[in-house]
């Protein structure tokens, strides 16, 4: 951990910390840590798209919504889907056109020698590809939690800035948005709705 | 847009277009977007933007790469098979669920690798002589089959995992609810992931095991690289196929040792159709079949008992009623439509850090919630967590 102020950069917001302090309905803070507003690539979340459109080509909060829309079970489902929703229709997310350049980083970044060149399991997602071409080229921070994607990111780049879900909430208790019980009970209840991590804040 | 070559961007995405089999009318449906949309970025007229651009590289089953004209990958000609062999029995987004399922063996084969995972079942481990089997011929295969998955005489119950545990890739994909105009499935010999079968389930449950035993006919017997599954195909290679799964799925002699040992020497009522039905998990319509080509049920009783609603008197009998015999709506299904071992391997590369949840997301389409899903209560890696701190921090 290092000094408590956040970043002058701005903060490019990959899909984990933005569904995770969506879903949470914390995405207010979200957005105070990243300097009031939460900035995001469109294939990340596309608030023009069709969200009645094939599952596979939707913005990945999309697919998110069509998950609590048609799979998940439970009276918590609805609310998460109102949740992500919300984010289509809010003044303080801007979604960022990519560049040519960055267009084709992106494109670079999701291809086969890509995967193969850093052993992945898989390619990486649209997501990670957008964050990383985008942070790269403006000199942003990039908030990505996927350690695949980190470890590329580290490799290909090495003086971008990085952030996972789990600093953000850390750097709220530090900047005093919220107390350290309440950082504890996010990053818990954040954990307990799936998120792959540490299991504690703290250490 | 402009890369190299002077060739533009417009100019590439047609020609994709082209080669996925694809009208503008399909991919603006499929978009949900004006078909003009489709032709002025085709024209160079407009520019598509990012996410539009990865929707584009979905569709047409293209590196990202290749449509920015950044390198040129060879395109493999199985859905040219595939297109070939269905004739024009699929319509846009079925085009599209094709392109899926080959993109996803793509994917799929990758992942093999990197986790050092052998190949799938490749050639047909039995064999069968050319010419017109006789009924004796398909029992006898029937036999050999059953033989070499080591099953009795009875049920063969989730027919999905037992072509899994033999090295058998099964996939769901809609394809569209009605035959007429669509296929039942497909198979095709997949270079790293061996024998892998299609199956369209949006058709019935009873539909999609039928299928799926004429599938392994295939993979069983033949060397054919592309098989496409529709009603009404009359090849040798399809017609041994039907008998085989006919037989395999409900076996003459198992059948009338069923009908004995429920004290009948012949089928008199729908109830015990239904019951049958049940017992060798096929679809109703198929028992009567088998029951009429068994000399077990009068050709009058078979008349009748078709006018019979299955379902509703399976409910009736206390039989539990799957809402997918219902309707099939493919925004249910989740990662039940992707083969077993494929999930298996994902919950186990998770644990030892080899695939991460947004990997698993991009290869099956679906949302980290699914995936988050999957790996409930497997354990995180431990570079899941050290990278937490390795890389360095904003903060």
Same mark, same amino acid.
């Given at each position: ?7 002058? @950069? ?7 910390? /933005? ?17 009031? /507003? ?50 289509? /229709? ?11 350049? @960055? ?9 086969? @020698? ?52 789990? @600093? ?18 996010? =990053? ?6 799936? =998120? ?8 | ?23 503008? !009318?399909?991919?603006?449906?499929? &978009? ?6 489709? *032709? ?9 933007? !990012?996410?539009?651009? *990865? ?38 987004? %079925? ?63 989730? &027919? ?20 007429? #105009?669509?296929? *039942? ?31 392994? #006919? ?27 799964? %006919? ?39 198929? $028992?009567?079949?088998?029951?009429? %080509? ?5 050709? $009058? ?13 399976? !409910? ?49 389409? &679906? ?10 209560? %497997?354990?995180?890696?431990?570079? !899941? ?11």
């Amino acid at each position: 951990m290092t000094s408590s102020a956040p970043p002058s @950069e701005p903060i490019l917001c990959n899909t984990t910390p /933005t569904r995770y302090f969506a879903i949470t309905d914390q995405i207010d803070l979200l957005i105070a840590v990243c300097g009031d /507003t939460l900035r995001v690539p469109r294939s990340v979340l596309d608030p023009d798209e069709d969200p009645d459109g094939p599952a596979d080509l939707l913005s990945e909060i999309g697919a998110s919504m069509r998950f609590y829309a048609k799979r998940a079970v439970g009276a918590e489902a609805i609310e998460r889907w109102f949740r992500l929703n919300d984010l289509r /229709t809010r003044s303080n997310i801007s979604v960022i056109e990519m560049t040519e350049q @960055e267009m084709e980083r992106f494109a670079e970044l999701q291809s086969r @020698e890509i995967q193969r060149q850093f052993g992945l399991g898989a390619r990486l997602g649209r997501g990670e590809s957008a964050v990383i071409a985008i942070a790269e080229a403006r000199g942003w921070v990039a908030a990505i939690d996927d350690w695949e994607a980190r470890e590329v990111l580290h490799h290909v780049s090495p003086g971008t800035t990085m952030i996972t879900s789990r @600093e953000i909430v850390r750097a709220a208790v530090y900047i005093g948005m919220i107390d350290t019980g309440e950082g504890d009970t996010l =990053y818990q209840e954040m954990l307990d709705l799936g =998120y792959r991590g540490p299991s504690n804040l703290w250490s | 847009m402009t890369t190299r070559g002077g060739t533009d961007l417009g100019e590439r995405l047609a020609r994709a277009r082209d080669q996925a089999g694809l009208t503008q !009318e399909d991919v603006a449906a499929l &978009l949900r977007q004006p078909r003009p949309v489709i *032709s002025n970025w085709e024209q160079g007229v407009r520019q598509p933007n !990012e996410h539009q651009l *990865s929707q584009l590289a979905a569709i047409y089953r293209r590196p990202l790469e290749d449509l920015l004209g950044l390198a040129e990958h060879p395109r493999p000609e199985f859905e040219q098979l595939v297109y070939r062999d269905a004739g024009d029995r699929l319509d846009g987004p %079925a085009k599209y669920q094709i392109q899926r399922f080959l993109g996803f063996l793509d994917d799929y084969g990758e992942f093999l690798k990197a986790l050092g995972e052998p190949t799938g079942l490749s050639e047909p481990p039995l064999t069968l002589r050319d010419g017109r089997p006789s009924k004796d011929d398909i029992r006898r295969k029937v036999d050999e089959a059953r033989s070499y998955f080591r099953l009795g005489k009875g049920s063969v119950g989730d &027919l999905s995992a037992l072509a899994d545990l033999f090295g058998i890739t099964v996939y769901l994909a809609p394809l569209g609810a009605s035959l007429d #105009g669509t296929i *039942s499935g497909a198979s095709l010999i997949h270079e790293e992931v061996g024998f892998s079968i299609l199956i369209n389930g949006q058709t019935t449950p009873g539909r999609r095991q039928f299928t799926l035993a004429h599938e392994l #006919g295939h993979a069983l017997f033949h060397r054919t690289p592309v098989e496409v599954s529709f009603p009404g195909r009359r090849e040798s290679e399809e017609r041994f196929a039907d008998l085989f799964a %006919a037989e395999f799925l409900v076996p003459t002699s198992s059948l009338q040792d069923a009908v004995e040992g429920m004290g009948l020497s012949r089928v008199g009522d729908p109830e015990t159709v239904v019951h049958l039905q049940r017992f060798f998990n096929v679809s109703y319509e198929m $028992i009567l079949r088998r029951l009429r %080509a068994s000399n077990l049920l009068s050709d $009058i009783d078979y008349k009748r008992f078709k006018e019979v609603r299955p379902v509703h008197l399976a !409910e009736r009998l206390g039989y539990t009623i799957d809402l997918d015999e219902w309707r099939q709506d493919p925004d249910r299904w989740g990662l039940a439509r992707f083969p077993r071992r494929f999930l298996r391997l994902l919950r186990r590369a998770s644990s030892e850090g080899i695939m991460t949840v947004s990997g698993a997301a991009t290869m099956t389409g &679906l949302a980290a919630e699914d995936i988050e899903e999957l790996l409930r209560d %497997a354990p995180v890696a431990s570079n !899941e967590e050290e990278t937490h701190d390795e890389f360095g921090s904003a903060f």
